[in-house]
């Protein structure tokens, strides 16, 4: 019996193999994955590094890593940091960053002030990357709740998250981003109406050509933990988003966003969580066939990586997995904090 990593692969005593006839079987399946280049003639759907947005948090200082404790193999980087970062991507041929700032809680307040200022975190750090790597994308989300003292996404009256309010904010908030050099304006916030007034802003002030990437459906969903970890509005945030972030039951609704934000101007759209909700990627792309994209968020990162630091799964193979499902699913790219490893393993596998 040959052995090989330890297992028995083939038996050569055929007294041991039981007797049984012949199948009258046409069609066999499995002659298309009798070895690895059938494998790889048949193969319907690839993963390459163009596929891969790198999700990463700025914190206040300079030669800072932090590493946040639910997300392991994460960091909070300075900006000096970002920078070494933002090399290493565009030597790794991922096409696009995204950008998420921690907010010193002295610069929170209740109405989110410092996602207008232009010389808040976001913008430094734009300015600092596309000084020295212009030809990276860099992506910058749009919402309060890094900003705000109530960890909202938006601005509250009497317990209520305001829309219309909120939006000319974070109008506001895009100005400020796309004046700094940033090339994707993602909003994230989930408020009506947004993606029609940054677009109008966005073309008034000249910047035609900078894309917005709608969170166009985006779940109130408990797979965000970690993330409000890393950005510190976990402790500050109160009650839940459910009046403004859809309900994971839904998806037909998630058409009708998706709908609307094409029609307020949006140049690709999102879902997310990633995941748990791979039929509403489908469906969105069957639907509509625009650029669509889908976040594997914190949390979906944290579950993986704690089941491969507990030697419960092979945390490479997993990811590697994780990732082709949203290509399978009909996705463009994905948003993942794998995006570095993904992009290694892939130059290595060649
Ligand atoms: N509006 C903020 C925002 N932008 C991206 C995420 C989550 C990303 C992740 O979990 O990785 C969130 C959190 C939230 O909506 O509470
Ligand atoms: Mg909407």
Not at 60 to 83: F, K
Not at 212 to 229: E, L, N, T, V
């Amino acid at each position: 019996m040959a052995i090989k990593f330890g297992r028995p692969i083939e038996i050569r005593d055929p007294s041991t193999r039981p007797a049984a006839p012949p199948l009258d079987l046409t069609i066999r399946p499995r002659r298309n994955r009798k070895t690895e280049w059938a494998r790889r003639l048949v193969r319907e759907n690839v993963l390459t590094t163009d596929d891969l947005i790198w999700p990463m948090f700025v914190v206040d200082g300079t030669n800072q890593r932090v590493q946040v404790a639910s997300m392991p193999g994460v960091e909070r980087l300075s900006v000096d940091q970002i920078v070494r970062d933002a090399e290493r991507a565009a030597k790794l041929d991922i096409p696009c960053i995204a950008l998420f700032p921690f907010t010193e809680p002295s610069l929170r307040d209740e109405h989110g002030t410092e996602a207008a200022n232009p010389e808040n975190l976001i913008c430094k750090t734009v300015r600092a990357i596309k000084k020295e790597f212009p030809q990276i994308g860099v992506l910058c989300d749009v919402a309060l709740d890094p900003y705000t003292s109530h960890g909202h996404d938006g601005l509250i009256e009497d317990g209520r998250i305001l829309n219309d309010e909120t939006v000319a904010v974070l109008v506001q908030q895009s100005l400020v981003q796309a004046q700094a050099g940033c090339d994707v304006i993602a909003p994230s916030d989930m408020m009506d109406g947004r993606i029609g007034a940054i677009r109008e802003a966005l073309d008034a002030a000249g910047y035609l050509d900078v894309q917005i990437m709608a969170y166009a459906a985006k779940y109130a969903s408990a797979f965000y933990g970690p993330f409000r970890d890393a950005i510190g509005s976990a402790k500050a945030l109160t009650g839940d988003k459910r009046t403004y972030q859809m309900d994971p039951a839904n998806t037909d609704e998630a058409i009708r966003e998706v709908e609307l934000d094409l029609a307020e101007g949006a140049d690709m759209v999102m879902v997310k969580p990633g995941m748990p909700y791979l039929d509403i990627v489908r469906r969105v792309k069957e639907t509509f066939g625009v650029p669509t994209f889908a976040y594997q968020v914190s949390g979906e990162y944290a579950m993986i990586a704690a089941a491969a630091n507990n030697g419960w799964l092979d945390g490479d193979r997993a990811m590697m997995e994780s990732l082709l499902a949203f290509k399978r699913a009909g996705a463009n790219g994905v948003l993942t904090y794998f995006a570095p490893a993904a992009a290694e393993k892939l130059r290595q596998q060649g």
